[in-house]
């Protein structure tokens, strides 16, 4: 079914892509159904508004920087039966966005907390929210490096516009005074601001190792962060040697 060229260069104009792409085949079926106009016109209206939603999702993705595609539908509960699974399904729900609350998931390498972090952080872009992604050490050295150029409030002003910022793997190694120092600073401007997801395999009794012994400058960064929080322990033995271990067992038989 060929096009006005008026139509076609209105809904050029108008920046209507998908309407323009879908006319013809929703034209079509409102002759064979015999829909109102009012239908024809909902029934287009619909399509470009889900191709617009659609993008703007990719593009919070895109922008999110995750390091891989995480699912909650692909996490193994029952490899870690102690997980409060129905805390991490509310949880994805991102209510605690709203609330300016966080969620620190607790507990040693292996046990999924990368991949529900990462989960929770792609469902929050799904449902409009604007998301980043870091690794403690990652941040830590954005900070040092936007230092050395001069552009702390330029990062700060980055970090003001995210709604959630998930941050991996704080613990695993220490900070120098100055790298603690930045991310106090980080933590200190989210603080009721913006949300944040955390991954750590160390109990907050033993995070001052991690910012070079400094036992004031982490209880005032705990309770920043803790003021609001959901903890979500996760313990058991990693699944992921559990599955490496079952791959080669299947390899000998």
Same mark, same amino acid.
């Given at each position: ?19 323009? =792409? ?15 106009? @009012?239908?024809?016109? @909902?029934?287009?209206?619909?399509? @470009? ?10 593009? $919070?993705? $895109? /922008?999110? #920087? ?26 994805? $729900? ?15 390498? %292996? ?9 929770? &952080? +792609?469902?929050?872009?799904?449902? #409009?929210?604007?998301? *980043?992604?870091?690794?403690?050490? &990652? ?7 936007? /230092? ?5 409030? $330029?990062?700060? %002003?980055?970090? =003001? ?15 120098? *005074?100055?790298?603690? !120092?930045?991310?106090? &600073? ?25 910012? %070079? #012994?400094? !036992? ?19 313990? #058991?033995?990693?699944? +992921? ?7 080669? *067992? %299947?390899?000998?038989?």
């Amino acid at each position: 079914m060929s096009m006005p060229l008026l139509l076609s260069s209105h809904l050029k104009t108008l920046r209507l892509p998908t309407m323009l =792409k879908e006319l013809p085949t929703v034209v079509r079926q409102a002759v064979e159904e015999e829909h109102s106009y @009012e239908t024809f016109l @909902e029934r287009l209206a619909e399509l @470009e508004v889900n191709a617009r939603q659609s993008k703007a999702i990719d593009r $919070r993705l $895109r /922008q999110a #920087g995750f390091p891989g595609v995480k699912e909650l539908a692909d996490f193994e509960f029952r490899a870690v039966p102690k997980l409060n699974k129905k805390l991490v399904q509310d949880l994805s $729900r991102c209510d605690f966005i709203e609330k300016k609350a966080n969620v620190v998931l607790l507990g040693p390498p %292996g046990v999924g907390k990368s991949h529900v972090a990462i989960a929770l &952080g +792609r469902e929050a872009c799904r449902r #409009g929210y604007r998301v *980043k992604f870091y690794t403690a050490a &990652g941040l830590v050295n954005t900070y040092l490096e936007a /230092q050395q150029e001069r552009q702390i409030l $330029r990062l700060e %002003g980055q970090i =003001k516009r995210r709604d959630l910022i998930v941050v991996d793997e704080l613990g695993y190694i220490p900070f120098s *005074k100055l790298g603690a !120092e930045h991310l106090f &600073g980080f933590f200190s401007q989210c603080y009721e601001q913006t949300s944040l997801v955390m991954t750590t395999n160390l109990p907050f009794a033993e995070w001052p190792q991690t910012f %070079g #012994g400094d !036992e004031r400058l982490t209880g005032a960064l705990l309770d920043r962060l803790t003021h609001r929080v959901h903890i979500v322990e996760i313990t #058991g033995e990693s699944y +992921r040697l559990q599955s490496s271990m079952k791959t080669k *067992k %299947g390899a000998k038989d």
